[in-house]
T-cell receptor, first 116, second 111 residues
Framework: GAVVSQHPSWVICKSGTSVKIECRSLDFQATTMFWYRQFPKQSLMLMATSNEGSKATYEQGVEKDKFLINHASLTLSTLTVTSAHPEDSSFYIC????????????FGEGSWLTVV | GQNIDQPTEMTATEGAIVQINCTYQTSGFNGLFWYQQHAGEAPTFLSYNVLDGLEEKGRFSSFLSRSKGYSYLLLKELQMKDSASYLCAVRDWGGAGKSTFGDGTTLTVKP
């Protein structure tokens, strides 16, 4: 079945540095991917919609200059957390829709970011 | 926008049946998803309803009533491994797969 892979699974970085998270659709093309953030015991919050070949669409309250999204190909979207701070520590999850599989949305494995 | 409500916590006994309800008020509707999420892991897909009625898939079933803005997830023959958070998500018309998630229902299955 359709699979979405996310890397890295775990990352620890120092305050002020930048971290890149990759999201790949392994066996289907995804013109649109989604990035979510989830704090402990809270629900998934949509951060932005990543569109292949164009600018991402950010949700209200999400800083586009801080969370850089690049969707350069039909199988890869990247989220870069720039100048990370401890409050950015969270679980980041991407998803993509495979229209050939009943409109199912598939999630990546998620990436735990800890900023120290 | 979307407003999605589901109970925060539920407890049930191993072998029993449990129903998790989800109500929604949306500006657009293009399907409702149920996901299971174990602590520290990404959500996994359980079901997708876009038409009214009951969809059955093994021990899990999902029901949708679009006129009532209501769905439920039914889990039968509960197992200990079913202890998890269950997320209801409504898909909007705008964008391919853009969904809004409820806060999730934490289900605890006891022996």
């Amino acid at each position: 079945g359709a699979v979405v892979s996310q890397h890295p699974s775990w990352v620890i970085c120092k305050s002020g540095t930048s971290v890149k998270i990759e999201c790949r659709s392994l066996d289907f093309q995804a013109t649109t991917m989604f990035w979510y953030r989830q704090f402990p015991k809270q629900s998934l919050m949509l951060m932005a919609t990543s569109n292949e070949g164009s600018k991402a669409t950010y949700e209200q309250g999400v800083e586009k200059d801080k969370f850089l999204i690049n969707h350069a190909s039909l199988t890869l979207s990247t989220l870069t957390v720039t100048s990370a701070h401890p409050e950015d520590s969270s679980f980041y999850i991407c998803s993509a829709s495979s229209t050939g599989a009943g409109n199912t949305i598939y999630f990546g494995e998620g990436s735990w970011l800890t900023v120290v | 926008g979307q407003n999605i409500d589901q109970p925060t916590e539920m407890t049930a006994t191993e072998g029993a049946i449990v129903q998790i309800n989800c109500t929604y008020q949306t500006s657009g509707f293009n399907g409702l998803f149920w996901y299971q999420q174990h602590a520290g892991e990404a959500p996994t897909f359980l079901s997708y309803n876009v038409l009214d009625g009951l969809e059955e898939k093994g021990r899990f079933s999902s029901f949708l009533s679009r006129s009532k803005g209501y769905s439920y997830l039914l889990l039968k023959e509960l197992q200990m491994k079913d202890s998890a958070s269950y997320l209801c998500a409504v898909r909007d018309w705008g964008g391919a797969g853009k969904s809004t998630f409820g806060d999730g229902t934490t289900l605890t299955v006891k022996p």
